[in-house]
Structure formats: C-alpha cells, structure tokens
T-cell receptor, first 112, second 113 residues
Framework: QKEVEQNSGPLSVPEGAIASLNCTYS??????FFWYRQYSGKSPELIMF????GDKEDGRFTAQLNKASQYVSLLIRDSQPSDSATYLC????????????FGAGTRLAVHP | DTGVSQDPRHKITKRGQNVTFRCDPI?????LYWYRQTLGQGPEFLTY????????KSRLLSDRFSAERPKGSFSTLEIQRTEQGDSAMYLC???????????FGPGTRLLVL
C-alpha cells in the first residue's frame, strides 16, 4: 500500500465547474497536509496547507481534512483553463516534520 | 528574486560522470530539503538539513549520492558515477521551521546518456 494515494486522472471538468481532488494517506499519525500544483515541466507550487479537521478556504480553493478517515481533499471552484495542472497531495509523517511524503498526483484538465 | 534558486537548470551527462547541483534557499530559512522526481511520480525525499547539519537521509539514497550544506546557507548535491536511472528532476525546497511549509526551487533536470 502506498503511503499517499491519489487518482492519477485525468480529471476533466468544464470551465466554471467545481473540481474535486482526493487523497488518502496510510500514516494515522500524520499531522500536516499540503496541496501543491505542478505545471508540466515546472516545480511544485504550494496552494494550501491544512492541519485541523474540517474545511479551510482560500479564494477559489477549499481544503478538507478528515483524520478519522485519513482523507484530504481539494475543491477548486469556478475552474479555469489555467488550473489545468497536476495536483500533488503531501503529508508529513508521524514522528517529525523533516520531509514530505507525496502522492503521484492527479492531473486536472479544465476545458473551455 | 527572493525564492529558492537552483543551478544548473538542466544537465546532460554521460554515464559514469560525476555531477554537482547547487541550491540556494530562501535567505531566512534554516531548513533545506532535496527531493527527486521522475515522470508521472510525486517528489521523493532524499535528504534534509537543519542549518549545516544533515539530519536525515533516505534509505533509498545510494552511496553515490552526497549532499553538503557547509555554512548553513547554500547546499550542494553530488552524484558520482552517474547511471541512466539517475535521470530525473532534482528539487530543492526550504522552510523556516518545524512543520512550516516547504517552498520549492525550479529544479535541476538531469539526463544521463
């Protein structure tokens, strides 16, 4: 079992729709959760982080965390073609914050 | 530009050669990380520095890989006797403290022929 799992996609949504990206993790002791966006050929860019159960909103982005279910998601409202990228979920392992464990990413395609 | 910088951005080398990459973190960040990313995968942790001390190294990192951060500022990652399997994007990230978010540099793309 992979430590952080994401559906590889592609997830295709029309412009203006809500894109929902999901991530599950195996380490129950993980405390910090991050979403990065990565355009093709570029490095990861931080979108959001979340530490507590519940929702956290930042502009068009909402991160949701459910530690009991070991599940974290990212919602993108009013999706734009410029949101087309790979979205990486990352978690810090229990026992320290010295690294991030990444999923393989979900490719999002927003079509006009 | 006050972000993380990496040099070179691209490197093509022949199998068996040594290569060295440099990372300059955000100036006030005392934590520096190296990751490796291959096509279709997420970044994979290689090693971590707090100031000049290398505190963690992935078990996946072979003896051909070595990293330094001699003065607690920039860091270098050296790969000796490169192999074709070393071809990847090498990413550097920095953060300002425990549990703080990590910010990535542009990466160094290595191709071993």
């Amino acid at each position: 079992q992979k430590e952080v799992e994401q559906n590889s996609g592609p997830l295709s949504v029309p412009e203006g729709a809500i894109a929902s990206l999901n991530c599950t993790y195996s380490d129950r002791g993980s405390q910090s959760f991050f979403w990065y966006r990565q355009y093709s050929g570029k490095s990861p860019e931080l979108i959001m982080f979340i530490y507590s159960n519940g929702d956290k909103e930042d502009g068009r982005f909402t991160a949701q965390l459910n530690k009991a279910s070991q599940y974290v998601s990212l919602l993108i409202r009013d999706s734009q073609p410029s949101d087309s990228a790979t979205y990486l979920c990352a978690v810090t392992p229990s026992g320290g914050y010295n690294k991030l464990i990444f999923g393989a990413g979900t490719r999002l395609a927003v079509h006009p | 530009d006050t972000g993380v910088s990496q040099d070179p951005r691209h490197k093509i080398t022949k199998r068996g050669q040594n290569v060295t990459f440099r990372c300059d973190p955000i100036s006030e960040h005392n934590r520096l990380y190296w990751y490796r990313q291959t096509l279709g995968q997420g970044p994979e942790f290689l090693t971590y520095f707090q100031n000049e001390a290398q505190l963690e190294k992935s078990r996946l990192l072979s003896d051909r890989f070595s990293a330094e951060r001699p003065k607690g500022s920039f860091s270098t990652l050296e790969i000796q006797r490169t192999e074709q399997g070393d071809s990847a994007m090498y990413l550097c990230a920095s953060s300002s403290g425990q549990a703080e978010t990590q910010y990535f540099g542009p990466g160094t793309r290595l191709l071993v022929l």
